[in-house]
């Protein structure tokens, strides 16, 4: 086998919030892509609106440099756990990768689940302690913290002897040592451990070989398929076959071929082996398909991505305010919109059910379905979510449950409170160590229900000081019930604008979602009650007026404000019974029964096999 040393493919894997794109920033910068008085916004790699409003990095994306005559091609991975399969096709175009930890906090959960998945790949390691300006860095105890992982994931020899490069991302700054972080200049000593360091790509023997680790769509030439060439020459006009799972395609013809330069992507009449491309001109693909030539059509092994945990009910919007919003909310359209999701997100399952107006989404966690129904809603949909639900199996007769390993890094005087609502949820605690600066960092396994809706409830326990993250470790026996949300809900029993005044009298019953002169309908959930029954209120009563006025008789009516409602803490809020509603510019909360006279008044266990 031949090695193309003109070529590195390195992806960027860390953990959430290391600082990934912003060193992607910096090597772009340093590359002369960017003029120096040119207008670049901050996390160029993040295209998204989501990734930019929320700070994190969804969609594994692509993008190439050159170096003293070296092509470098960067794949940037998000860092968050419910986006793993982005991770897992990211790492199938490259040869090695960037490890970044962060100097303060060192290796957390999602760094053990990318550093796993690269070291069996066999990929270099280049290891990139980022943040070294932080005052509570601690660079030499996060570097033992780091071997120690490499040892409990049975890394090779080879893939522990790894060159350490410390930055500060920031300032764009690489230094070999913590004590150099001052006098750093630039990024020049990282961009020279990637091409001493990182192997260039192995070339096979053979026609041609191109593994489709993503897609995407123009209008303009239809599909695109992204994906490294292994082995061969693809050139514009050439006939090829697609290897599917389910057999050989028939042959189609390349009709317009791309290469990544900087962000952007230029025409090429050509691509080599080692090198990762963009093609059109095949229609029907899907990602672990491989591009091969017709006379000799071999296949490469497929992308294999783990198994999903969580599932919830899509369900077309049957309220009586559907349709005032969003312009495409049928059945039909929906499924359409999940089958364009489903070619680009490997990590997500979508299925009918034997009612027309429902579908099932299976995913690895509750943030990957609100961030699916936020672009959604962005794009003029209209539906409705049920509550996430844990997807179980039966072996041996036995019912086994997801498991869930969670670190949270805290402040050493929350422990107590945290401790106590994680084992309300059957966690069990497996390690406890104090960190620097009075903090704590707790592990424990938990089942993967237990963790729904909890993050919310953590940063509100640790006053947003708390760092929380988890991974999946496998199945486990039931463990039982799970008591999470004790309170029932306020329904209105009818339709109609609130009122101060209905609200105002409303309020000792429980916390509000809705304000004054919300338009709301009968079987609408408007507050959480304070005791364990579901109510039925009227929120639209007005004040009876008289022409008789005392003084002091009329009350200053002073509303407590409401706090709006998101995607991710309304899923983990609603009981079986209760639905989200969906629309690109509300989101209400309702029954699924809306006529109270059809429905049960005392709310009914939130999951009824939480009681087995």
């Known amino acids: 086998m031949k090695v193309n040393s003109k070529i590195r493919n390195i992806a960027i894997i860390a953990h959430v919030d290391h600082g990934k794109t912003t060193l992607v920033d910096g090597l772009l910068w340093q590359s002369g892509l960017f003029r120096d008085n040119q207008a670049v916004a901050e996390r160029a790699m993040d295209s998204i609106d989501i990734e930019r409003e929320r700070g994190i990095t969804l969609v594994a994306k692509n993008a190439s440099i050159e170096y ?23 790492l199938q175009m490259v040869d090695g990768a960037l490890l970044l930890v962060d100097a303060a906090e060192g290796p957390l959960p999602q760094t053990r689940f990318v550093l796993r998945h690269a070291l069996e790949l066999d990929l270099k390691i280049v290891v990139v302690m980022n943040k070294i300006d932080r005052p509570d860095a601690r660079p030499k105890e996060v570097l033992d913290e780091i071997y120690a992982l490499f040892f409990d994931l049975d890394a090779k020899d080879h893939q522990i002897d790894f060159p350490i490069v410390y930055t500060n991302a920031r300032k764009r700054i690489a230094v070999k040592t913590p004590e150099e972080g001052p006098t750093g200049k630039d990024l020049g000593l990282l961009f020279d451990t990637i091409v001493e360091h990182i192997p260039g790509p192995t070339i096979k023997e053979g026609g041609l070989q191109m593994l489709i680790s993503n897609t995407s769509y123009s209008d303009y030439i239809g599909r695109l398929a992204v994906g490294k060439l292994h082995a061969g020459t693809i050139r514009v006009g050439d006939k090829v076959v697609l290897c599917q799972a389910k057999g050989i395609s028939p042959e189609t013809k390349i009709t317009a071929l791309f290469a990544y330069e900087g962000l952007a992507t230029k025409p090429v009449q050509q691509a080599d082996a080692g090198n990762i491309a963009i093609v059109a001109g095949i229609e029907e693909l899907k990602i672990g398909d491989t591009i091969s030539d017709p006379v000799d059509p071999r296949p490469l092994p497929r992308i294999a991505i783990e198994e999903p945990t969580i599932s919830i009910e899509l369900l077309v919007n049957t309220s009586p305010f559907a349709g005032r919003d969003g312009n495409r ?24 059910t034997e009612a027309s107006d429902t579908m099932v989404l ?66 069990e605690m497996t390690n406890l160590e104090k960190k620097g600066s009075d903090r704590v960092r707790l592990e424990f396994d938990i089942p993967s229900r237990g963790l729904i809706g909890y993050r919310s409830e953590f940063l509100n326990d640790t006053r947003g000081l708390g760092l929380i993250s988890a991974y999946f470790v496998g199945y486990v026996p039931w463990k039982g019930r799970i008591i999470d949300r004790v309170n029932g809900a306020l329904v209105a029993d009818r339709a109609g604008d609130t009122t101060p005044y209905a609200l105002f009298n409303l309020e000792p019953r429980g916390k509000l979602f809705v304000k004054e002169g919300t338009e709301v309908y009968e079987g609408m959930v408007v507050g959480e009650n304070n005791r364990a029954n579901d109510l039925n209120v009227n929120p639209v009563r007005g004040k009876k007026l008289t022409n008789i006025r005392a003084a002091g008789s009329d009350e200053n009516i002073i509303l407590t404000p409401v706090t709006p409602l998101t995607i991710e803490w309304s899923l983990a809020w609603i009981a079986d019974d209760e639905v989200l509603e969906v629309t690109p510019n509300f989101l209400r909360l309702r029954k699924r029964v809306l006529d109270q006279n059809k429905r049960s008044i005392i709310r009914g266990p939130k999951d009824k096999a939480n009681d087995e």
């Open 362 to 427: 299976k995913g690895r966690g509750e943030l990957q379905f609100a961030v699916l129904a936020e672009q959604m809603r962005r794009e003029g949909y209209e539906f409705m979510l049920g509550r996430p639900k844990v997807i179980t199996r039966e072996v041996n007769g036995q019912l086994e449950e997801p498991l869930d390993h969670v670190v949270l890094d805290i402040p050493e005087n929350y422990v107590g409170m945290v401790t106590e609502r994680l084992g309300s949820r059957k966690a």
């Open 329 to 352: 909310l049928t059945s039909r359209i929906l499924w359409d919109r999940l089958e364009r999701e489903l070619r680009t997100n490997v990590s997500l399952q979508a299925h009918r």
């Open 68 to 90: 003293k005559g070296v092509r470098i091609n960067i794949v940037d991975t998000p860092g968050h756990a419910d986006f793993g399969g982005e991770v897992e096709r990211g």
